[in-house]
């Protein structure tokens, strides 16, 4: 398993201008995402993935291209956190809030 370092993408691609149902374009997006190799997740609202910078922001790229192809238009909401020398972020972090909820409220 490579290492992936560097910075966790949360981000989400809306299809406008093709009616109300967006899945399968956002399919088309997560399939990429999951072909890509690198840790993702993706839940209802966002899809994470975590790795170098240029590889998340290329997937990405071609996230919406593929989503442009069959929309005249593509909405890319994207929040990052980079952070140089941290392996498995992706987990990392949930696990340190899992960690606390197991302990006794404060008081």
């Known amino acids: 398993m490579r290492d992936h370092e560097g910075m966790i993408a949360a981000f989400s ?29 993706t839940n209802a609202m966002f899809t994470n993935v975590e790795g170098e910078w240029d590889e998340v922001m290329g997937l990405i790229k071609a996230c919406v291209l593929k989503v442009g192809k069959s929309a005249p238009r593509v909405s890319v909401v994207i929040k990052i956190d980079h952070r140089p020398g941290v392996t498995d972020g992706l987990h990392a972090k949930v696990d340190a809030v899992e960690a606390q909820l197991r302990q006794p409220p404060p008081g």
């Open 13 to 41: 691609i809306t299809a406008l201008g093709t009616g109300d149902s967006v899945s399968g374009s956002v399919a088309d997006a997560v399939r990429l995402v999951r072909d890509s190799g690198l840790p993702n997740e």
